[in-house]
């Protein structure tokens, strides 16, 4: 390649990690109150509520999160005429976004659900005795062990949300792999080139590294109680 | 008066009822203990004091005031049950202390948050929570635990987590501090520093009430013992005519097994 292709592909392929990232960022903020409140009507005691959302968590956990894309992408269109999405980049954005947060709330409440699982309930009635509310009781004396616990299986989800945000290029989300693979099937001149597709793994591991050590990090400062 | 008087308390769980009709007074300073074996209701019945459980039946007074009355809704679903629960302290079996406080942070925090709630709080703030920090650092000092104020409850040994507990206890200054089993869940080589705390409270006439399986130490130390078989009250009085001439059969039975593994 020459030095001008490879600025070519560059360009190319950071553009296509910002929308990576993009949609990495988004899937982590809607998901994680999202997650917190399909947490708590699955533990709700009105049983409708508990039961719906065990079918949705199930549904949700036991398909394809590729399928779920193209159901939340193409299936108000072509059902009910109905086109939320708007079109190009922003509306396949919006569409993938929506895609997965859900499923991304379904894992995180599964989760969250075995962090408040784990305090035993003699801390709540430690505190209660001692005089506290129930609010106290909860930011005070259960929260950051809750905390402690869930982190370590949140970073394996976190992990995998980086890579499977690569599944949005199945409605044709312009990130990184799908910015890669077009220097294959060519495009600006360039065609039949598969580096630019191996390169992105490199972003990949790059992203992954950094997120790696932040979060082994905050686990390590987390270390100092049991 | 009574500090305590316990009246015609009952607890059900489903069908089966754990206590039946328990009534029994305590005068302030008294040491009470109260054995039994396994199942016969001692832990709900201490958690019915601390309004852990919510009894069927009965009603509990402290110093002549109605806390609960299973009788009355308004006393019996009472919003102030927090308020109320400060005259009792409980000392748990398995410690239960907070695992990301430290040993003095662990008795602290209840009367930190308590604090926030005084009207002169605000302008106060830093007189109050001296005043509490000097009174922590005071209880783990007669705990025995000056040197392990900064511990973490993981670094410490059981028998020192259960006296740090009694000092979260002692901190917010109940009429009466309850103890279940404290030292059950101890290694045997560590009972004796747990219950020689008990003993020097005793000794200072803490008002108590002290379920255990440890008999030589209900003889010793309690002014009074009660023994309950299947949720009533069995046999009550002096511990030293308790032990020696047990009236009831049921008593008798009770104390001949203990003496056998002894
Ligand atoms: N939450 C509950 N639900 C149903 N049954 C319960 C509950 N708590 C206690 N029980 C039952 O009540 C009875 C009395 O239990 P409790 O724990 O008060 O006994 P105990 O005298 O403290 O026994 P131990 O010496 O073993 O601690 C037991 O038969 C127990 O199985
Ligand atoms: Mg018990």
């Not at chain 1, 005691?45 to 949700?60: Q, T």
């Not at chain 1, 039949?192 to 790696?212: K, M, R």
Request: positive net charge.
């Amino acid at each position: 390649m020459t030095g001008e292709q490879i600025k070519i592909v560059f360009d190319a392929l950071n553009l296509g990690f910002l929308q990576t990232l993009r949609l990495f960022f988004v899937t982590l903020i809607g998901a994680v109150p999202l997650g917190l409140l399909v947490m708590l009507g699955r533990m709700s005691r009105v049983k409708p509520l508990s039961l719906l959302m065990r079918a949705l968590i199930w549904i949700i956990r036991g398909s394809p999160l590729v399928i779920q894309l193209l159901i939340i992408y193409y299936v108000p269109g072509i059902a009910f005429n109905w086109h939320p999405w708007g079109g190009g980049e922003s509306g396949r954005f919006a569409a993938a976004s929506v895609a997965f947060i859900i499923n991304y709330a379904c894992y995180f409440s599964e989760i969250f659900r075995g962090g408040i699982q784990s305090i035993p309930r003699g801390q709540e009635e430690a505190g209660l005795v001692l005089g506290m509310t129930k609010r106290q009781i909860f930011f005070k004396v259960k929260l950051l062990p809750m905390f402690k616990a869930v982190l370590p299986p949140m970073s394996n989800e976190i992990i995998t949300l980086v890579k499977d945000t690569s599944l949005s290029r199945i409605i044709a989300l312009q990130e990184i792999i799908w910015a890669g693979q077009a220097f294959l099937k060519g495009t600006r001149g360039i065609s039949g080139n598969v580096l630019p597709l191996f390169f992105t793994g490199v972003y990949y591991l790059a992203f992954n590294g950094l997120l790696t050590i932040l979060l082994s990090r905050l686990e390590k400062k987390l270390d100092y109680f049991r | 008066m009574h500090i305590l008087e316990v009246q015609g308390i009952q607890k059900r769980f489903g069908a089966t009822e754990v206590l039946s009709d328990i009534s029994f007074t305590m005068e302030r300073g008294e040491a009470l203990s109260i054995i039994g074996s396994s199942g016969s209701g001692k832990t709900t019945l201490l958690r019915c004091l601390n309004f852990l459980e919510t009894p069927d039946a009965g009603r509990i007074l402290v110093n002549g005031e109605t806390l609960f009355d299973a009788a009355d809704a308004r006393k019996k679903r009472d919003r102030e049950i927090r308020k109320k629960r400060l005259h009792f302290g409980l000392v748990f079996q398995s410690f239960n202390l907070f695992p990301q406080y430290t040993a003095l942070e662990n008795v602290k925090l209840a009367g930190q948050l308590l604090a926030r709630e005084r009207p002169d709080y605000q302008n106060h703030k830093s007189e109050v929570l001296s005043e509490i920090d000097a009174k922590a650092h005071a209880l783990l000092k007669e705990m025995g635990l000056s040197n392990r104020e900064q511990s973490y409850p993981f670094q410490l040994s059981g028998g020192q987590c259960q006296r740090v507990a009694i000092a979260r206890a002692l901190a917010l200054e109940p009429d009466i501090l309850c103890f279940d089993e404290p030292t059950s869940a101890l290694d045997p080589e560590l009972t004796g520093e747990v219950l020689r705390v008990i003993r020097e409270l005793a000794d200072r006439n803490t008002t108590m009430i002290i379920v255990t399986h440890e008999m030589a130490f209900a003889r010793d130390v309690a002014d009074r013992v009660i023994f309950m078989d299947e949720g009533r009250i069995c046999e009550q009085g002096d511990p030293k005519e308790v032990f020696e001439h047990p009236r009831e059969e049921r008593t008798k039975q009770f104390l001949a097994r203990y003496r056998q593994e002894a």
